[in-house]
């Protein structure tokens, strides 16, 4: 019983440290969400926040909305990208460790 507990609170602590190590790398990472054939661009970071807006010149003589609309396409492009990685780096740390359905990590 000892031995199994001090193995849980090992695993706990390696997750804990495994989770701050991706926290900081997914900061560090920058992705690209593209609409429009990549006439719109979004750099956004793994922390969601957006750091560059690109926007081919050939839209904006174009229909406003047309162009509001590649915007929000691009930015949950790479809303959606940033999601995946995070998933990828989640189901790496947590391999082998039990998790209660539907919990989310604080990142």
């Known amino acids: 019983m000892k031995n199994a507990l001090g193995n849980i609170m090992q695993q706990a602590q390696k997750m804990q440290e495994d989770l701050k190590k991706a926290q900081e790398e ?22 969601r926040e957006a750091r560059k807006v690109t926007i081919d010149n050939s839209l904006l003589g174009e229909d406003k909305d047309m162009l509001e609309d590649l915007v929000a396409s691009a930015i949950n492009d790479a809303v959606n990208k940033v999601a ?16 209660p359905p539907g919990f989310q990590m604080p990142f």
């Open 26 to 47: 997914l900061s560090a990472v920058e992705i690209t969400g593209e609409s429009g054939g990549g006439l719109v661009k979004i750099i956004m970071t793994g922390k």
């Open 84 to 99: 995946r990685m995070k998933k990828e780096k989640m189901t790496a740390i947590t391999a082998g460790i039990p998790l």
